[in-house]
């Protein structure tokens, strides 16, 4: 029997938020609901300068097969949103809830909930069991872009390794890792793999990484980006690497989960954030580093 039920999912953030929910959009769709996204989270940004940290879809919804909503149905959903919301409906009907509609947030999300012909999903569904799930679907999706394709297929470089330092944001939300942290995770690698390996690190703050003696030693240091087309090339050489320092950044955790190989090391920081409960649930097979200060 066809599922009538219709699950509109929020593609929003970066592009490492992008990629989970469009895996979560997936695993919904091959559960047999009727599944479309909502890109307009970006609308905000257009033809506006951002002080904070500006976003952009990074890569079109139709690469993963799915539609994104009109502006007839987005309109129809907004509308259920304020009756569901209504305050003098809850007042006339005690305990009413829209029986046609249902707005969800990942915080309280539960497939009992998934109860009305018309669901919208509001979240980042960070769950790394969610990429693992839909593995092979993220990366046929992704090998649709020449320059990804050419990086999934080219071999690692022996003892190359991935290292990503974010400050930036993480900084106003302290939640940047410490200088220590960074120290813990090269001699890590340097214990395991004799003091050679090429490191290359990914930044938002480059002075701060070049001002460091920790990382002098560094082959390439590459900045931040914010083009769609150039956040997927920094993206194909991030996945060229044999080891990820991850820390606790979803765009390196995206590139370890969809290119880590047999002899890889992965490295995150445990707990993700320190003011903040994120359970993104680890591989077993990875290492943690303690993230205290």
């Known amino acids: 029997m066809k599922n009538t039920k219709n699950i509109v999912v929020n593609i929003k953030g970066g592009f490492g938020n992008q990629i989970f929910q469009f895996a979560f959009a997936k695993k919904l769709e091959s559960q047999g ?6 890109t307009r989270f970006y609308n905000q940004f257009l033809g506006q300068e951002f002080t904070d940290t500006y976003r952009q879809q990074i890569i079109s919804e139709t690469i993963f097969g799915f539609t994104n909503i009109n502006d007839y149905f987005s309109k129809f959903l907004e509308i259920n949103e304020k009756i569901g919301n209504s305050n003098k409906l809850k007042t006339i009907y005690k305990n009413f809830e829209n029986p046609l509609f ?3 947030k990942d915080s309280d999300f539960n497939y009992d909930l998934l109860n009305r012909k018309f669901i919208r999903l509001d979240g980042y569904w960070q769950n790394i069991q969610n ?4 593995k092979e679907f993220i990366t046929n999706s992704l090998r649709k872009i020449s320059v990804l394709k050419e990086s999934f297929d080219r071999v690692p470089e022996k003892n190359s390794t991935m290292l990503i330092v974010r400050r930036g944001d993480y900084i106003k939300m302290n939640e940047n890792l410490d200088i220590d942290f960074y120290k813990e ?3 890590f690698i340097n214990d395991k793999i004799s003091n050679n390996f090429k490191l290359n690190i990914f930044t938002d703050d480059v002075n701060w990484v070049k001002e460091n003696k920790l990382f002098k030693n560094a ?14 090339s920094l993206f194909s050489k991030m996945i ?6 991850v820390c606790n950044s979803t765009f390196s955790l995206l590139a370890a989960l969809l290119n880590e190989q047999k002899e890889s090391y992965v490295l995150v920081a445990d707990p993700w954030f320190r003011n903040k409960e994120k359970n993104l649930m680890y591989k077993d097979n990875w290492v943690k580093i303690q993230n205290n200060s």
């Open 33 to 38: 609901f009727n599944v479309y996204v909502d």
């Open 102 to 104: 249902k707005k969800l």
């Open 131 to 134: 990429i693992l799930d839909q």
């Open 185 to 187: 995770c090269i001699g």
């Open 219 to 232: 082959n390439e240091i590459f900045g931040p980006e914010d083009n769609p087309e150039r956040v997927l």
């Open 240 to 245: 060229e690497h044999q080891h990820f320092i």
